[in-house]
């Protein structure tokens, strides 16, 4: 499950009531996950992928840190998701208009949780996505490797007191900043499903 390209958010929280009653395709209930911090994933095998654990990573250069300066609306910058699932509250201007010390060796990050098939590339929730990329306006360029499923294991909320829970905040995200762990050669989903198809046709040629 590896992939370099343009990726999108998903709202996840939009959902509201709906969550406790649906699952995605992995099929594991909303209600036992932090929805802020799943991905769904074009062409998962939800046989054997089901629950990997995904480092995303993009560009420092990636990251909007005024999106006003751009032009973007003010609800699709760096927001602040509430307690509930359809309620949210705009961080404050100055909170968006950080200075970075970027360095070009250096990454962001997110870890999350592989539950669901579809979008292009991930179609990663709305607020991890917004707390990696600073807006959840457009699709933007990043890369997803598996990795220890250590770094997953706080979004399973598998017992009665974590599901009364709120989905963790977009302030409350961690997004690192270091070294990218990609492997190399990591190359558009696209060109991953040609290539496998090539190769499972080739006897017929």
């Known amino acids: 499950m590896y992939g370099s390209q343009s990726i999108t958010p998903h709202d996840y929280q939009s959902l509201g009531t709906y969550l406790a009653a649906s699952a995605p395709s992995c099929g594991y209930p909303y209600a036992t996950l932090d929805i802020s911090r799943i991905t769904a994933v074009q062409l ?23 999106g006003l300066a751009v032009g973007l609306p003010e ?26 010390n970027k360095r070009d ?25 917004t707390a990696l990329f600073g807006q959840s306006l457009s699709p933007m360029d990043a890369s997803w490797f598996p990795v220890n499923a250590k770094y997953c294991e706080d ?3 598998n017992s009665t007191k974590r599901q009364t829970q709120s989905p963790t905040a977009m302030s409350d995200i961690k997004v690192g900043v270091g070294r990218s762990q990609a492997p190399p050669g990591l190359c558009p989903i696209e060109h991953i499903a ?12």
Not at 46 to 51: I, M
Not at 52 to 61: D, F, M
Not at 75 to 100: E, K, R, V
């Open 155 to 157: 979004i399973w909320r």
């Open 75 to 100: 609800i699709a910058m760096a927001t602040h998701f509430a307690a509930t699932t359809s309620q949210f509250d705009p961080l404050p201007t100055t909170s968006i208009q950080t200075t970075m």
């Open 44 to 66: 998962m095998d939800t046989r054997v992928e089901c629950g990997t654990c995904l480092r995303i990573e993009t560009s420092q250069e990636n990251y909007i840190t005024d």
């Open 194 to 205: 040609r290539d496998f198809y090539i190769y499972s046709h080739a006897w017929l040629l």
């Open 105 to 129: 060796d250096e990454v962001r990050y997110v870890y999350v949780l592989a539950v669901d098939t579809g979008g292009r590339g991930l179609d990663l929730a709305q607020v991890s996505f």
